[in-house]
């Protein structure tokens, strides 16, 4: 195991991360030391968590990884606000490129996404909804353009499909609906994500 941080870089971020006279075991201290891959198993309240965000810190303030990034991917939010709270603890206030944390999510729309948008739709522009702001936009696509025989609220999103089901045996042309319905949502060019 060869360290390539200075050990007074390591004490700095363990007392902005723990609380007084606490220290990192020395199980900690070697997965923070070491510069390979470690899978961590650990109950719950063990600091695995804390971990990451001193290993995140000690990255980003090395200078021999200054020219390198990071990538910290989680199925939360409520985990990506801890690690970046943790961070902010640390004195890393804004994770920029080419570092990224965020959710798998968040990971697919800004590297993959957005490139593949912009590959198809050049001059068109992107923005992203979160599911709420995508139900208004819905809404109100949905109130003009609705069959006659539709008096209802409109569906909520995970009902869509079923009401486009449900629609197709009772209205004629649903075909021609659906593809004005479509254009009118695709003119507001839009992606959603959960947030």
Not at 87 to 103: D, R
Not at 117 to 130: N, P, R, V, Y
Not at 158 to 164: H, K
Request: charged share 20%; glycine share 4%; with cysteine.
């Amino acid at each position: 195991m060869i360290s390539s941080f200075k050990e007074s870089l390591l004490s700095e971020i363990e007392s902005c991360l723990l609380s007084d006279n606490i220290h990192f075991s020395s199980q900690q201290k070697e997965v923070l030391r070491n510069n390979n891959s470690v899978n961590v198993i650990a109950g719950p309240g063990s600091g695995k968590t804390t971990v990451l965000i001193a290993k995140c810190a000690l990255l980003l303030k090395s200078e021999n990884h200054k020219d390198k990034g990071i990538c910290v991917i989680t199925h939360t939010n409520v985990a990506v606000d801890e690690i970046k709270s943790g961070l902010k603890k640390a004195g890393i206030n804004e994770i920029s490129h080419p570092n990224f944390v965020g959710t798998i999510q968040d990971f697919i729309i800004q590297y993959f996404s957005r490139k593949a948008f912009h590959l198809f739709l050049k001059d068109t522009e992107m923005k992203i909804l979160d599911t709420e702001e995508y139900y208004n936009q819905f809404c109100k696509v949905f109130s003009v353009l609705k069959p006659a025989e539709y008096s209802y609220y409109p569906p909520r999103l995970y009902f869509a499909i079923q009401m486009c089901t449900i629609m197709q045996r009772k209205v004629q042309n649903f075909a021609s609906w659906v593809l004005v319905f479509r254009q009118r949502m695709r003119d507001t060019i839009t992606v959603t994500c959960e947030i």
